[in-house]
């Protein structure tokens, strides 16, 4: 079994920002599409970024141009660094690894994102 352990989130002013991190126990990085999901008080889970193992990335709408998505493979680690935070940002937020080919499917603990205006 593989576990993620996410770290970063907190609380911070709207305009502020933060950097998540997401750390794999095994090195499955290179052999995942990796992404970030976040869920707010009474709606769906919704993702917010992802790459591909290619490198291929992309980011919802609502946060495109403020968060940007990245991984370092020799850390097993990817990141998501969140900028111009806005209060609608406020969620938990979780990582996820999971195999192109549907053998696994890897899920954070979540992190608490509050961003006060």
């Known amino acids: 079994q593989v576990q993620l352990v996410e770290s970063g989130g907190g609380l911070v002013q709207a305009g502020g920002s933060l950097r998540l991190s997401c750390a794999a126990s095994?090195?499955?990085?290179?052999?995942?599409?990796v992404g970030w999901y976040r869920q707010a008080p009474g709606k769906q889970r919704e993702l917010v970024a992802s790459?591909?193992?290619?490198?291929?990335?992309t980011h919802a709408e609502s946060v495109k141009g403020r968060f940007t998505i990245s991984r370092d493979e020799a850390k097993n680690t990817m990141y998501l660094q969140m900028n111009s935070l806005k209060p609608e940002d406020t969620a938990v937020y979780y990582c996820?690894?999971?195999?192109?080919?549907?053998?696994?499917?890897?899920w954070g603990q979540g992190t608490q994102v509050t961003v006060s205006s």
């Open positions: 095994r090195n499955i990085l290179s052999i995942s599409t």
């Open positions: 790459i591909t193992r290619g490198g291929t990335t």
């Open positions: 996820n690894f999971k195999s192109p080919w549907g053998s696994f499917d890897y």
